[in-house]
Antibody, heavy 117, light 111 residues
Framework: EVQLVESGGGLVKPGGSLRLSCAGSGFTFSSYSMNWVRQAPGKGLEWVASIPSSSSFTSQADSVKGRFTISRDNAKNSLYLQMSSLRAEDTAVYYC??????????WGQGTLVTVSS | QSVLTQPPSVSAAPGQKVTISCSGSTSNIGNNFVSWYQQVPGTAPKLLIYDNDKRPSGIPDRFSGSKSGTSATLGITGLQTGDEAYYYCGTWDSSLSVGGVFGGGTRLTVL
């Protein structure tokens, strides 16, 4: 069974930093592109960042470019999101999502990030 | 403002059929596969339909998807109270960044 388990969320002050982690299991983690997708309270889904299986390049949404960095450790079956210069508008549930066959096929349960003073 | 346009809400009685529309443009729906996701409040989204009309293993055939031009439609027949959820369409947009784009979501109420 495919499982994606996020951790690392919490309350952080504006301008602060946080690192999210996602542990994958039940599949060959190193074979799949991985993504972070977020959902602000009461709002829709927003793609945040992606990284291919080989980490050859990364992509980020314009809203987080220069502030968020996606990375992975295939030996540990783990995905990360380093977030810095956090803003109130970054408050959201962050989902770790697997990409396969032109779709986001498996989603983690999410971790809540709250940016507030 | 979402790239893809969905109605905010739809409703129907148990046992009935409902459709949810998703409107886009040639740069997204018109030239890419569409997926649909179901999100029960308080839980993570779950893939319902991919490649416009394919169902992952375990998704009942009460759920169907279709695409025509720059629009897509999710259909649900034999509505059950357990189908109450938010439904999101998603695809890719060749004029934007490499990540996926989503509709604003449609809340389905089973009366």
């Amino acid at each position: 069974e495919v499982q994606l388990v996020e951790s690392g969320g919490g309350l952080v002050k504006p301008g602060g930093s946080l690192r999210l982690s996602c542990a994958g299991s039940g599949f060959t983690f190193s074979s799949y592109s991985m993504n972070w997708v977020r959902q602000a309270p009461g709002k829709g889904l927003e793609w945040v960042a992606s990284i291919p299986s080989s980490s050859s390049f990364t992509s980020q949404a314009d809203s987080v470019k220069g502030r968020f960095t996606i990375s992975r450790d295939n030996a540990k079956n783990s995905l990360y999101l380093q977030m810095s210069s956090l803003r109130a508008e970054d408050t959201a549930v962050y989902y770790c999502v697997r990409y396969a066959s032109a779709t986001y096929d498996y989603w983690g349960q999410g971790t809540l990030v709250t940016v507030s003073s | 403002q979402s790239v893809l346009t969905q109605p905010p809400s739809v409703s129907a009685a148990p046992g009935q059929k409902v459709t949810i529309s998703c409107s886009g443009s040639t740069s997204n729906i018109g030239n890419n596969f569409v997926s649909w996701y179901q999100q029960v409040p308080g839980t993570a989204p779950k893939l319902l339909i991919y490649d416009n009309d394919k169902r992952p293993s375990g998704i009942p055939d009460r759920f169907s998807g279709s695409k025509s031009g720059t629009s897509a439609t999710l259909g649900i027949t034999g509505l059950q109270t357990g189908d109450e959820a938010y439904y999101y369409c998603g695809t890719w947009d060749s004029s934007l960044s490499v990540g996926g784009v989503f509709g604003g979501g449609t809340r389905l109420t089973v009366l």
